[in-house]
């Protein structure tokens, strides 16, 4: 307890040796475990799949643990504490999001998938085209997702040990993208989605713990904790922030018609983006059957869904015991909320407990996204495409474990580079890109018989550039004093949420690409799809443990 | 270990027998029952989901009353989203047990039955 706080000043909060001692006590206990589960990682089912023996609840509480990111613990509590209403928007978006999964996609894409999500969009298509286009936008979303999550962690790592020198930031991200290459690499899809459990159960239990000691603090009224966040942000040294009303909509989206429109694509792309992240998609396929798919999804929301009501309180919790201005002036910004909240609480050892939480939160995800992306590149890319399936699945594994080091060295370089920005946002443009690239394609080729190639290659590109060129073009990226590039102004496009443009554009490309070529599917896979996809006949059993 | 398959031709069932189970009522009637109730259910979820982002948008003043304390009107109708989501969940569980697995399970027992 030597080191004091003093945020304010910028400096660090708590006691760093505390905060990396909680973490490398994380880290001992999971690898352990992880190194205990890769013992049957002989065959790519149990690389890649876990040998798809997951119970659904242990599959819906690891989903929960993949999907609830940094971006939901930090991004959001600190977008609520400082923005009020507008940061709730992300969780309900993310929450709904999980019905477009249950009802539309979970059950059908694990009874005729195998190890990807390219399995079943090429399924009844031509295999190469279909299967490059997948992997490519897989690999896209995964590599945004990964700049989210290692920007938090530079911005987590500037608060909770003071390291604020470029040099050992990047040293510590570096630390973490070894440490993610260590997990996947021993143990595969097994270990990782242990990882993923024990990381849920200690961020769902740790925000639990600070959510009731914040109503605690407002003797259980939360009512009260709106007042006195909304006092808090009115006493703001910052003009700007002060003649906020944090309790309604529109502090931060509700300047102008812009910003308006900006919301709602934002909002789109939130509920459409989660059922086409591979990350997710990929975690269907280590449950036995689609009835225990369906189990997992429903864990999930029940899960995932009490945390963001958890979210709801620790952020105006934040606004109210800490304050906008102290949280804005902390080195990692709004990301800093939900700790300096764990400080305020409960001190030295709270902070180390929720910020090795955070790091783990970090961690696992990062590792979920890594062999997400490596399975994909070594069996759609590598097997199916390079090497025409002539290769034995042991190679598979053999070439998605370089690719696991490959992924890991590029995450640790991106999250050098990566900036300041709210992580939140960060997530919100992979949800864009996945919403915009895979949806349209996923839901045709479930349901829509005359869907065919040509449609599925023009929706997946389409949302896949179309999203990224605005992107670049738009103010999150140039012109704006919060911009990537602040200094230059290459943006025409007025909205920093590219949703509302891209995505309709892609479910129209299909449409359009479907309907311009001739309907030369072969009849008899597509009823085999559909039978397959309807029934679970042929699916991908679980393999037998040996 | 074994070659890396294409993912359909793994099972003992041929592509003829797809067609006659695809064109089969049992087949038909599992089908139309799925789209029933998912299309709608997703029309619907969709809508009150964006009914909520649009009166975020454009009905501060509105969403700003105050119903209890400072509880308000916005504040309530996102908790609602999370009612909804859940009661969804609940119901889309319940009827897919009843409806959709004592269907695909007859089918797939059949398919699987005649064919090893």
């Known amino acids: 307890m030597t080191i004091k706080i003093l945020a304010a000043d910028g400096a660090t909060v708590g006691n760093p040796v505390a905060n990396i001692g909680i973490f490398a006590l994380f880290v001992a206990i999971t690898l352990y475990i992880v190194i205990r589960a890769s013992k049957q990682n002989t065959t790519a089912a149990e690389f890649f799949t876990a040998g798809r023996a997951f119970t659904g609840p242990q599959n819906g509480i690891a989903i929960s643990g993949d999907y609830l990111s940094a971006a939901s613990f930090l991004g959001i509590a600190g977008a609520i504490?400082?923005?009020?209403?507008?940061?709730?928007?992300?969780?309900?978006?993310?929450?709904?999001?999980?019905?477009?999964?249950?009802?539309?996609?979970?059950?059908?894409?694990?009874?005729?998938?195998?190890?990807?999500?390219?399995?079943?969009?090429?399924?009844?298509?031509?295999?190469?085209?279909?299967?490059?286009?997948?992997?490519?936008?897989?690999?896209?979303?995964?590599?945004?997702?990964?700049?989210?999550?290692?920007?938090?962690?530079?911005?987590?790592?500037?608060?909770?040990?003071?390291?604020?020198?470029?040099?050992?930031?990047?040293?510590?991200?570096?630390?973490?993208?070894?440490?993610?290459?260590?997990?996947?690499?021993?143990?595969?899809?097994?270990?990782?989605?242990?990882?993923?459990i024990i990381k849920a159960a200690l961020l769902i239990g740790g925000a639990a713990l600070m959510t009731v000691m914040v109503l605690a603090k407002f003797g259980l009224n939360f009512s009260e904790i709106l007042g006195a966040a909304q006092s808090e942000v009115s006493g703001s040294a910052t003009e700007a922030v002060a003649k906020r009303d944090v309790l309604a909509p529109g502090a931060q989206y509700g300047a102008s018609l812009t910003s308006r429109i900006n919301f709602i694509s934002l909002a789109l792309a939130l509920v459409l983006g989660t059922a086409g992240l591979p990350h997710v998609l990929m975690r269907f396929y280590t449950v036995p059957t689609a009835k225990e798919a369906r189990r997992s999804v429903v864990w999930a929301i029940a899960l995932i869904g009490a945390f963001y009501l958890f979210t709801l309180a620790l952020g105006y919790g934040a606004a109210a015991l800490v304050g906008p201005d102290e949280i804005l002036a902390a080195p990692g910004a709004q990301n800093s909320a939900a700790p300096?909240?764990?400080?305020?609480?409960?001190?030295?050892?709270?902070?180390?407990?929720?910020?090795?939480?955070?790091?783990?939160?970090?961690?696992?995800?990062?590792?979920?996204?890594?062999?997400?992306?490596?399975?994909?590149?070594?069996?759609?890319?590598?097997?199916?495409?390079?090497?025409?399936?002539?290769?034995?699945?042991?190679?598979?594994?053999?070439?998605?474990?370089?690719?696991?080091?490959?992924?890991?060295?590029?995450?640790?370089?991106?999250?050098?580079?990566?900036?300041?920005?709210?992580?939140?946002?960060?997530?919100?443009?992979?949800?864009?890109?996945?919403?915009?690239?895979?949806?349209?394609?996923?839901?045709?080729?479930?349901?829509?018989?005359?869907?065919?190639?040509?449609?599925?290659?023009?929706?997946?590109?389409?949302?896949?550039?179309?999203?990224?060129?605005?992107?670049?073009?738009?103010?999150?990226?140039?012109?704006?004093?919060?911009?990537?590039?602040?200094?230059?102004?290459?943006?025409?496009?007025?909205?920093?949420?590219p949703g509302i443009v891209s995505i309709p554009l892609a479910f129209l490309l299909g449409i359009l690409g479907t309907l311009t070529s001739p309907d030369d599917e072969d009849p008899e896979i597509a009823a085999e799809f559909e039978v397959r996809s309807l029934t679970g006949v042929g699916a991908e059993k679980a393999v037998a443990v040996h | 270990m074994s070659q890396t398959d294409l993912p359909h031709g793994e099972t003992p069932v041929s592509g003829h027998?797809?067609?006659?189970?695809?064109?089969?009522?049992?087949?038909?009637?599992?089908?139309?029952?799925?789209?029933?109730?998912?299309?709608?259910?997703?029309?619907?979820?969709?809508?009150?989901?964006?009914?909520?982002?649009?009166?975020?948008?454009?009905?501060?003043?509105?969403?700003?009353?105050?119903?209890?304390?400072?509880?308000?009107?916005?504040?309530?109708?996102?908790?609602?989203?999370?009612?909804?989501?859940?009661?969804?969940?609940?119901?889309?569980?319940?009827?897919?047990?009843?409806?959709?697995?004592?269907?695909?399970e007859a089918i797939r027992a059949k398919l699987e039955g005649g064919a090893s």
């Open chain 1, 81 to 196: 504490a400082v923005y009020g209403y507008d940061g709730f928007l992300y969780s309900i978006g993310f929450l709904v999001a999980w019905l477009v999964a249950l009802l539309l996609v979970a059950e059908l894409l694990r009874n005729a998938g195998k190890f990807t999500m390219a399995d079943v969009l090429s399924f009844r298509l031509k295999q190469r085209p279909v299967r490059i286009a997948a992997a490519t936008t897989t690999l896209a979303v995964c590599l945004f997702y990964l700049l989210a999550q290692m920007a938090g962690a530079g911005g987590l790592v500037a608060l909770l040990l003071n390291v604020k020198g470029t040099l050992g930031q990047a040293l510590v991200i570096a630390v973490v993208g070894l440490l993610m290459i260590l997990y996947v690499l021993i143990g595969g899809m097994k270990g990782t989605t242990w990882v993923q």
């Open chain 1, 340 to 497: 300096l909240l764990a400080f305020h609480l409960g001190g030295v050892v709270l902070l180390g407990v929720i910020s090795a939480v955070a790091f783990a939160t970090i961690l696992a995800v990062v590792a979920g996204l890594t062999i997400t992306a490596a399975t994909s590149f070594a069996h759609d890319i590598y097997a199916s495409v390079m090497k025409s399936h002539q290769v034995t699945e042991d190679e598979q594994v053999r070439v998605s474990r370089i690719t696991v080091v490959v992924i890991g060295i590029l995450a640790i370089g991106l999250g050098i580079l990566a900036a300041e920005q709210n992580i939140a946002f960060l997530v919100a443009l992979a949800f864009a890109v996945a919403a915009a690239a895979n949806l349209p394609t996923i839901l045709y080729s479930l349901y829509w018989r005359r869907f065919n190639t040509r449609g599925a290659l023009w929706s997946m590109y389409g949302g896949l550039i179309s999203t990224i060129v605005l992107i670049v073009f738009s103010p999150a990226v140039s012109g704006a004093k919060t911009a990537m590039l602040p200094n230059v102004d290459f943006a025409w496009f007025p909205l920093a949420n």
């Open chain 2, 17 to 104: 027998d797809y067609l006659a189970v695809q064109a089969s009522p049992e087949f038909q009637d599992l089908r139309s029952r799925l789209r029933r109730f998912v299309f709608p259910m997703s029309a619907l979820f969709l809508v009150w989901y964006f009914a909520y982002v649009l009166l975020g948008a454009f009905a501060h003043d509105f969403m700003a009353i105050k119903v209890w304390g400072n509880i308000n009107i916005g504040l309530l109708i996102g908790l609602g989203q999370f009612v909804s989501t859940f009661v969804i969940t609940g119901i889309y569980v319940w009827w897919a047990n009843r409806e959709l697995d004592p269907r695909a």
